[in-house]
T-cell receptor
Framework: NAGVTQTPKFQVLKTGQSMTLQCAQD?????MYWYRQDPGMGLRLIYY???????DKGEVPNGYNVSRLNKREFSLRLESAAPSQTSVYFC????????????FGSGTRLTVV | TQLLEQSPQFLSIQEGENLTVYCNSS?????LQWYRQEPGEGPVLLVT?????EVKKLKRLTFQFGDARKDSSLHITAAQPGDTGLYLC???????????FGQGTRLTINP
């Protein structure tokens, strides 16, 4: 089925470890996004890529880096994980052709201990 | 900073009742969307409204975009347990390439 695929679904890291969250979409969307969702905080934008070759910071970029590998793939890297980065991470893609209606992945639940 | 305020934040009602969720802002949006999120899943797009005053219906759900395109409402008629979930509104301003999300309304429909 067409959509957004995120891996892994679950991950436990120790403080200071690094990891990369992977995201791929097969809908030929130009724009891709990384959000984190915490209880009571709603969805907060970490980074986004309006088109292949560009990336921009969202409202909570500190501690993260991103790579728009190609039109399909947008990865999120935690270089040195901290307990404050314990969260559920969602990747989404969108296109101006559908009024930027987002298609979300099913999320990665990350725990940093 | 653009903000979308949703109300109420939490709502628990009995099956068969009607309810309305509100999404308000001081910003003008070129489009506004509603999403529903179930536990363990990502949000799923329900509807997009783009014209001031626009009304869209999705079975028992009615979505309205305010005339000034600063607010929206979601009305559910005869709520069912399957309507339980987190409802999110999100707006896009002219020229922006990302959405602004509200904090969400957590809806519980009790059998």
């Amino acid at each position: 089925n067409a959509g957004v695929t995120q891996t892994p679904k679950f991950q436990v890291l120790k403080t200071g470890q690094s990891m990369t969250l992977q995201c791929a979409q097969d809908m030929n969307h130009n724009s891709m996004y990384w959000y984190r969702q915490d209880p009571g905080m709603g969805l907060r934008l970490i980074y986004y890529s309006a088109s292949e070759g560009t990336t921009d910071k969202g409202e909570v970029p500190n501690g993260y880096n991103v790579s728009r590998l190609n039109k399909r793939e947008f990865s999120l890297r935690l270089e040195s994980a901290a307990p404050s980065q314990t969260s559920v991470y969602f990747c989404a893609s969108a296109s101006v052709a559908v009024n930027y209606g987002y298609t979300f992945g099913s999320g990665t639940r990350l725990t940093v201990v | 900073t653009q903000l979308l305020e949703q109300s109420p934040q939490f709502l628990s009602i009995q099956e068969g009742e009607n309810l309305t969720v509100y999404c308000n802002s001081s910003s003008v949006f070129s489009s506004l969307q509603w999403y529903r999120q179930e536990p363990g899943e990502g949000p799923v797009l329900l509807v997009t409204v783009v014209t001031g005053g626009e009304v869209k219906k999705l079975k028992r759900l009615t979505f309205q975009f305010g005339d000034a395109r600063k607010d929206s409402s979601l009305h559910i008629t005869a709520a069912q347990p399957g309507d339980t979930g987190l409802y999110l509104c999100a707006g896009k301003t002219q020229g922006a390439q990302k959405l602004v999300f509200g904090q969400g309304t957590r809806l519980t429909i009790n059998p």
